[in-house]
T-cell receptor, first 115, second 113 residues
Framework: NAGVTQTPKFQVLKTGQSMTLQCAQD?????MSWYRQDPGMGLRLIHY???????DQGEVPNGYNVSRSTTEDFPLRLLSAAPSQTSVYFC??????????????FGEGSRLTVL | AQSVTQLGSHVSVSEGALVLLRCNYS??????LFWYVQYPNQGLQLLLK??????LVKGINGFEAEFKKSETSFHLTKPSAHMSDAAEYFC???????????FGSGTRLLVRP
């Protein structure tokens, strides 16, 4: 039972570099989302998707790009990394029909440091 | 729009003492409320949730929370703290038919021996 899988778990970047955080789920969940976690600020929603081909912005989308070509995968791209993007990133998904009452399932997180 | 306020970024209790973590929410529609726990270097795990019906909700590991609409609160309690309860706890709210879950800033629970 893999659930939500994130890679890499750790990454160090230099300012201006680009990278992609990968997220895959094997539960056939329609809804997937990316959060960033910073001390004292809880989790803030970056982008989300309600199905293949459909994405939308969350609370803090600037500097990030997403796409959803399959139900399983929802990668998060940093086009030009900045120190302010140093954070722990979590991918989470929810089953179709789970709007409202459904539980979010989380990956284990990806810790990104931008120098 | 929805928002969550968690009072106290750190709460310290003695082992065996009552745990009380406070959460107040704001929602323009009837809310669905959640408590998640995060152990060090791990993702978040659902403790309990309120959807409809009984306002006192029981979760895993002996935790429970009560939805009080008049106070817009959803405080988390546990009668007797255990060392293994040391973690960070997040309250979250979702409104209506939305998928989006909005989190509070978290409360770190410390349990003293």
């Amino acid at each position: 039972n893999a659930g939500v899988t994130q890679t890499p778990k750790f990454q160090v970047l230099k300012t201006g570099q680009s990278m992609t955080l990968q997220c895959a789920q094997d539960m056939n969940h329609e809804y997937m989302s990316w959060y960033r976690q910073d001390p004292g600020m809880g989790l803030r929603l970056i982008h989300y998707s309600v199905g293949a081909g459909i994405t939308d912005q969350g609370e803090v989308p600037n500097g990030y790009n997403v796409s959803r070509s399959t139900t399983e995968d929802f990668p998060l791209r940093l086009l030009s990394a900045a120190p302010s993007q140093t954070s722990v990133y979590f991918c989470a998904s929810i089953a179709s029909g789970g709007a409202g009452t459904g539980e979010l399932f989380f990956g284990e997180g990806s810790r990104l440091t931008v120098l | 729009a929805q928002s969550v306020t968690q009072l106290g970024s750190h709460v310290s209790v003695s082992e065996g003492a009552l745990v009380l973590l406070r959460c107040n929410y704001s929602s323009s529609v009837p809310p669905y409320l959640f408590w998640y726990v995060q152990y060090p270097n791990q993702g978040l795990q659902l403790l309990l949730k309120y959807t409809t019906g009984a306002t006192l909700v029981k979760g895993i590991n002996g935790f429970e929370a009560e939805f009080k609409k008049s106070e817009t609160s959803f405080h988390l309690t546990k009668p007797s703290a255990h060392m293994s309860d040391a973690a960070e706890y997040f309250c979250a709210v979702r409104g209506g038919s939305s998928y989006k879950l909005i989190f509070g800033s978290g409360t770190r629970l410390l349990v003293r021996p």
